[in-house]
C-alpha cells in the first residue's frame, strides 16, 4: 500500500513508513448509485426521471486489511499509535495498492478502528475503513500520457484499446473528438481536469456537442493571453475572464467537440480518468 499526503513528497509506502505494519489486502466497494424515483398512479414500479448524465454516484468504503508485529509486548500500543497518527487526518489524501496498478482512491479515514491485543500475542490482523469521497478510483497519470502497456503507466482494466489515433491536443482545428476512456463523467468542478487554450477571437465559444454544455468567453482574447480553465474559473495571466457557461463535461466515450468565433487555436485538453 502506498500513500501520498499532497506534500510534494509522492507516494510512500506503508512498510516504509511504518515497518512493522504489513499491508494484506485493499478492497473498495462496489460504485454506489444514487437515483431519483418517482412512483405514479397507475404505473407499475417506479420511474427514473433523471437523464443518466445526472445520475450521483455516492462515497464509498474501502476496507485495508493489516497485519502487525510488534516482536515484543512493551511496543504494541506505541506501533499502535503511530499507526493512528499515520492515517487519521483532518484532510483528505490518496492511498494506492499494487494489486490496482496505476490507480489511486482519494480518501479520509475517521479512525474508527482499533488493533486489540490478546493477552499472549504481540501480532494482530486487523481491519482500517477508508471513504473513498470521489466513489471511483483516479488514474495516477493523465491524457497527455500516451495509452499504451509499454511504459507501465496504464493497465489492463483501464480501458486501453490497442490504437493511437486518440488525441488530446490540438492545433488549427475547430472541431475534434475527445475520449473519455474512464468509467464514469469527467465534472470540471470535481475532477482533476484542465483544459488550456491559445487563441484569437472575441466570443470565443466551446461547445461539446455529445453532452450539450459550452462555454463562452465574453472578453476578447489573444494568442500572447493563454487562457486557463480551472474548475469554475476562466483565466488569462492571473485574471478572470467574463465568461457565460462553464467548461464542458466529459461523458463516458467519444465527445465532440466544436470552437466557435476563434482562429489560430491551440487546445490542451489535461485530465485524469475515473474507474469503478
Known amino acids: 500500500m502506498y500513500i ?7 507516494e510512500q509506502s506503508l512498510n516504509d513508513l511504518l515497518p ?6 485493499l478492497t473498495p466497494a462496489s460504485p454506489i448509485v444514487e437515483f431519483e424515483t418517482v412512483s405514479l398512479p397507475r404505473i407499475n ?8 448524465r445526472d445520475v450521483k454516484y455516492k462515497e464509498r468504503q474501502i476496507q485495508l486489511e493489516i497485519y502487525m ?30 494489486l490496482l496498478p496505476n490507480r489511486r482512491f482519494l480518501v479520509t ?6 488493533t486489540p491485543k490478546e493477552k499472549e500475542k504481540n501480532h494482530v490482523v486487523f481491519s482500517v475503513e477508508f471513504t473513498d469521497v470521489l466513489g471511483a478510483a483516479e488514474s495516477k497519470n493523465t491524457s497527455l500520457n500516451p495509452q499504451t502497456f509499454e511504459d507501465e503507466r496504464w493497465s489492463p482494466g483501464m480501458n486501453i484499446e490497442m490504437r493511437d489515433d486518440l488525441e488530446y491536443s490540438f492545433k488549427n ?15 470540471p468542478l470535481r475532477h482533476d481536469y484542465q483544459v488550456t487554450l491559445k487563441a484569437k477571437g472575441k466570443g470565443v465559444t466551446i461547445i461539446n456537442h455529445t453532452t450539450g454544455e459550452r462555454l463562452k468567453i465574453e472578453d476578447e482574447i489573444s494568442k500572447s493571453r493563454e487562457v486557463s480553465f480551472i474548475k469554475q474559473y476562466t483565466v488569462a495571466n492571473k485574471k478572470r475572464l467574463k465568461t457565460s457557461g462553464r467548461l464542458p463535461s466529459l461523458d463516458i466515450g467519444r465527445n465532440d467537440f466544436e470552437i466557435q ?11 485524469r480518468f475515473y474507474y469503478a
Open 4 to 10: 501520498d499526503f499532497n506534500t510534494g513528497l509522492g
Open 109 to 114: 479515514c475517521e479512525g474508527n478502528f482499533t
Open 173 to 187: 482545428k475547430k472541431t475534434f473528438s475527445i475520449y473519455n476512456i474512464g468509467d464514469f463523467r469527467i465534472n
Open 20 to 25: 512493522h505494519f504489513h499491508p494484506l489486502s
Open 69 to 98: 508485529n510488534s516482536i515484543i509486548a512493551e511496543n504494541f500500543y506505541s506501533y499502535r499509535s503511530e499507526l493512528y497518527a499515520l492515517l487519521v487526518k483532518p484532510f483528505p489524501y490518496y492511498i494506492s495498492c499494487d
Open 261 to 271: 468565433n476563434a482562429s489560430d487555436i491551440e487546445i490542451v485538453f489535461d485530465t
Open 45 to 52: 414500479g417506479i420511474v427514473l426521471p433523471q437523464h443518466p
